[in-house]
């Protein structure tokens, strides 16, 4: 899975380490909780990209700079502000109950509590954002450039390969499970959120083409996260998973298609 393999390299490919010393985790129990999150997380987001207006939201999500810093800086890990940020956005991809879900399901597989899962997934949601967001950006900042304008054209920000340069690193050891930093770190201020990226969720969420010409926003988008998210291609594949997700799902799916 790309995206987990990007958070496993972030902080200096320390991150999961970095985890384990914030939460006061053995290291051997992280990797099997953060998998467990992140495999229950990419479906959630893939249930609902077909929605225009949490579409929208995503692009917003992958346009706030701060989940870049919970990514790459292990000081982030531990604080408040994450578990507010991670929340925010585990509320627009999942929702409270599926969460709930999801950290029980984590901390059954790597047999952690179910109190250290629950401050566990807001953390690696804020990370899977930013992750997500560095792979992406730059290709969906070209989505809303006119050739005009000398920009890239959407055709060209789908080749594109997107690089973010990772903040400072600092010792994580100060950082703990109960949010403190444990010495004032300054971290780096993030950039302010891209008017492109706002511009490109006003066009989603208003079923707007892109500038430039009649392709639209929406389906655009898509195209651009679909690497990081394993999208579908088409009916046949949605009918193709749920089947292997068991078949009271895949009934279940039928029966509403057919009323």
């Given at each position: 899975m790309p995206i987990l393999d990007r958070l496993n390299k972030a902080q200096g490919g320390h991150a999961f380490a970095n985890l384990a010393r914030a939460f006061h985790?053995?290291?051997?129990?992280?990797?099997p909780a953060v998998e467990t999150?992140?495999?229950?997380?990419?479906?959630?987001?893939?249930?609902?990209?077909?929605?225009?207006?949490?579409?929208?939201?995503?692009?917003?999500?992958?346009?706030?700079?701060?989940?870049?810093?919970?990514?790459?800086?292990?000081?982030?890990?531990?604080?408040?502000?994450?578990?507010?940020?991670?929340?925010q956005a585990l509320n627009a991809i999942a929702g409270r109950e599926a969460s709930k879900r999801i950290a029980r399901q984590a901390a059954s597989r790597a047999d952690v509590s179910e109190m250290i899962a629950e401050y566990l997934l807001p953390v690696v949601a804020a990370m899977l954002v930013g992750a997500i967001a560095d792979t992406s950006r730059e290709r969906l900042e070209g989505l809303m450039r006119q050739d005009r304008d000398g920009g890239a054209t959407a055709g060209d920000a789908l080749e594109a390969?997107?690089?973010?340069?990772?903040?400072?690193?600092?010792?994580?050891?100060?950082?703990?499970?109960?949010?403190?930093?444990?010495?004032?770190?300054?971290?780096?201020?993030?950039a302010a959120a891209s008017g492109r990226l706002t511009a490109?969720?006003?066009?989603?969420?208003?079923?707007?083409?892109?500038?430039?010409?009649?392709?639209?926003?929406?389906?655009?988008?898509?195209?651009?996260?679909?690497?990081?998210?394993?999208?579908?291609?088409?009916?046949?594949?949605w009918i193709a998973r749920?089947?292997?997700?068991?078949?009271?799902?895949?009934?279940?799916?039928r029966a509403r298609e057919s009323q």
């Open positions: 985790l053995p290291p051997g129990k992280v990797e999150m992140v495999a229950a997380l990419i479906p959630q987001i893939e249930a609902k990209i077909r929605s225009r207006r949490f579409l929208a939201r995503l692009v917003e999500l992958l346009d706030e700079r701060a989940h870049h810093q919970v990514l790459e800086n292990p000081t982030m890990l531990g604080t408040t502000s994450t578990q507010v940020l991670g929340n390969a997107p690089v973010v340069a990772p903040l400072p690193q600092v010792a994580a050891g100060g950082v703990g499970f109960s949010g403190s930093t444990g010495g004032g770190v300054s971290l780096a201020t993030p490109l969720a006003a066009c989603i969420r208003e079923g707007r083409p892109l500038p430039g010409g009649g392709t639209d926003a929406a389906q655009a988008t898509r195209r651009v996260l679909a690497p990081y998210l394993a999208l579908p291609r088409g009916p046949l594949d749920l089947r292997a997700l068991g078949g009271s799902a895949f009934k279940a799916t």
